[in-house]
């Protein structure tokens, strides 16, 4: 779904003139912009224009060869020289390298899954699986985020002690990949809208002095806006080794109940070489059996029976 906004987005080798990113904004020309370094020597930009889809021109979405790059982004920089915009803002638009012109589009509704086929074998990361709108900058970390959440279940779930693959806990590695990502990008994403909603009431005139007081009281308390905490300040390996350490006591558990099960099969059949028919057990015994054949039962309490069978 087309969420109303056109971008102009460029790469210019042009050193940054303040650290951090920026985001300017102008009631005179109704428009919010991004700009943020990528290197000592060269920042990108990103120009917002809230545009209808029947006149978003899609046909020319994409890169911009070289010299319509240079075109569009001269006649931008003379716009905004006229409407006010500081001069840090204008010089890099003429040093334009690489320029893009796309508009933004959101998933509706979500997926609520992003792992598929039989054998789970196809997985969604980054952009195919969320994409992002780009008023925090942190689409491509999201990505980044999934990649790594998916090598660290791999590496620890899915590979023998050898160092070979195998598919018998893929599984379950990639089904716990998205139940730690979807709600986590989610939330991004929230943010992420929500922050270009305060950036395009910041681009009309009306309460833009009361909305422009509000943001600079929030960074005073906080160094920063506090929507950019939640992406920038994550350590996503966190949530990973959690999520690893609870499978590990799942297939532990398993294993004891797995080898719980073959105890109490032993001892019933040990006592059928004693003589005794299973109707004549305890009904402590014959409870044990019965969650035994159905597995119907805490781990701890089929313990609870067997040591009671045992201590007879």
């Not at 005179?28 to 029947?54: G, K, M, R, W």
């Not at 004891?256 to 109490?264: A, H, P, T």
Request: charged share 30%; glycine share 6%; aromatic share 8%.
């Amino acid at each position: 779904k087309y969420t109303g906004v056109t971008c102009l987005m460029g790469i210019s080798d042009c050193p940054s003139q303040r650290r951090g990113i920026d985001f300017p904004s102008s009631t005179t020309s109704e428009f919010h912009a991004v700009y943020f370094p990528t290197s000592h020597n060269e920042q990108c930009f990103q120009i917002h224009f809230p545009l209808d889809e029947d006149v978003s021109d899609k046909d020319t979405w994409g890169n911009l060869s070289k010299a319509d790059g240079k075109e569009r982004f001269e006649k931008l920089a003379d716009k905004l020289r006229d409407d006010g915009w500081h001069e840090r803002y204008i010089e890099p638009l003429y040093e334009v390298e690489h320029a893009v012109r796309v508009g933004f589009a959101l998933l509706e509704p979500r997926l609520d899954r992003w792992v598929y086929g039989k054998k789970s074998n196809i997985v969604l990361v980054g952009d195919s699986a969320h994409p992002p709108v780009p008023y925090v900058g942190q689409g491509a970390q999201m990505g980044v985020e999934d990649a790594g959440t998916v090598a660290l279940l791999i590496k620890h779930l899915c590979m023998t002690p050898n160092g070979d693959f195998e598919w018998k806990n893929f599984n379950s590695a990639m089904n716990i990949y998205q139940s730690l990502r979807i709600p986590r990008t989610s939330k991004v994403l929230d943010i992420s809208k929500q922050l270009g909603s305060i950036q395009d009431e910041r681009s009309h005139e009306q309460n833009a002095e009361m909305r422009e007081l509000f943001i600079q009281g929030e960074i005073m308390m906080n160094g920063t806006l506090p929507e950019m905490c939640p992406g920038a300040t994550h350590n996503y390996k966190d949530d990973v080794m959690d999520a690893i350490m609870e499978e590990y006591c799942k297939q532990r558990d398993a294993t004891f109940v797995n080898d719980l099960i073959e105890e109490g099969e032993a001892l019933f059949d040990e006592l059928d070489i004693k003589g005794e028919t299973k109707l004549d057990l305890e009904e402590s015994e014959k409870e044990l059996i019965y969650h035994l054949q159905n597995r119907s039962v805490d781990p701890k309490e089929r313990q609870r029976l067997l040591d009671e069978v045992l201590a007879r």
